[in-house]
């Protein structure tokens, strides 16, 4: 089966540092990958991870660890723009299937 | 380019309507895809186009009609649709499968069922 868990809700301070989490269970896995979805928008690709390790991309960083079936999504010093859903997907061993998780919705206060 | 097109943006039917769904894609990805998003809820898979052949149909109802004309363009034909039906469809593509390409989306069509 697949199953892929992320926290719902989360909320921090502008120019603060926020890790989301994300657990997985799947069937195959071909790849990670961190979306960004702003309120009536299409997600936006944020970073990927295929290997286990850090991925840094400016403000944006994504850790993995497939033996522990686990990522997580670091963004600093956070900017209001910032709050917006962000979805973790798995991608199968196929390579076609990418299966999102729920979405963490991600408020950011001045 | 990096870009998804979808048209219309927005679209109001009614339950007896038939109307198509368009995306467009000159990345040369020969992967397509539909998704349906309700309001706080991640994308969830309907259909899955691999070099212009079905390959995934996520047990979506057949008022929902995928066509694939060519490696370009991914069309979702819509009839008798029910008002649970309004959403927010999304089209994306992908590389190759096996290459752990990221997917790209298209903006959305928002769709209304009356």
């Known amino acids: 089966g697949q199953n892929i868990d992320q926290p719902t809700e989360m909320t921090a301070t502008e120019g603060a540092i926020v890790q989301i989490n994300c657990t997985y269970q799947?069937?195959?896995?071909?790849?990670l990958f961190w979306y960004q979805q702003h309120a009536g928008e299409a997600p936006t690709f944020l970073s990927y991870n295929v290997l286990d390790g850090l991925e840094e991309k400016g403000r944006f960083s994504s850790f993995l660890s497939r033996s522990k079936g686990y990522s997580y999504l670091l963004l600093k010093e956070l900017q209001m723009k910032d709050s917006a859903s962000y979805l973790c997907?798995?991608?199968?061993?196929?390579?076609?299937?990418?299966?999102f998780g729920p979405g963490t919705r991600l408020s950011v206060l001045p | 380019d990096t870009e998804v097109t979808q048209t219309p943006k927005h679209l109001v039917m009614g339950m007896t309507n038939k109307k198509s769904l368009k995306c467009e894609q000159h990345?040369?990805?020969?992967?397509m895809y539909w998704y349906k998003q309700k309001a706080k809820k991640p994308p969830e898979l309907m259909f899955v186009?691999?070099?212009?052949?079905?390959?995934i149909n996520e047990s979506v109802p057949s008022r929902f009609s995928p066509e694939c004309p060519n490696s370009s363009l991914l069309n979702l034909h819509l009839h008798a649709l029910q008002p649970e039906d309004s959403a927010l469809y999304l089209c994306?593509?992908?590389?190759?499968?096996?290459?752990?390409?990221?997917?790209?989306f298209g903006p959305g069509t928002r769709l209304l069922v009356l």
């Open positions: 990345m040369g990805h020969r992967a």
């Open positions: 799947t069937s195959g896995f071909n790849g």
């Open positions: 186009y691999s070099y212009e052949k079905l390959s």
């Open positions: 997907a798995v991608r199968d061993n196929y390579g076609q299937n990418f299966v």
């Open positions: 994306a593509s992908s590389g190759t499968s096996g290459s752990p390409e990221t997917q790209y």
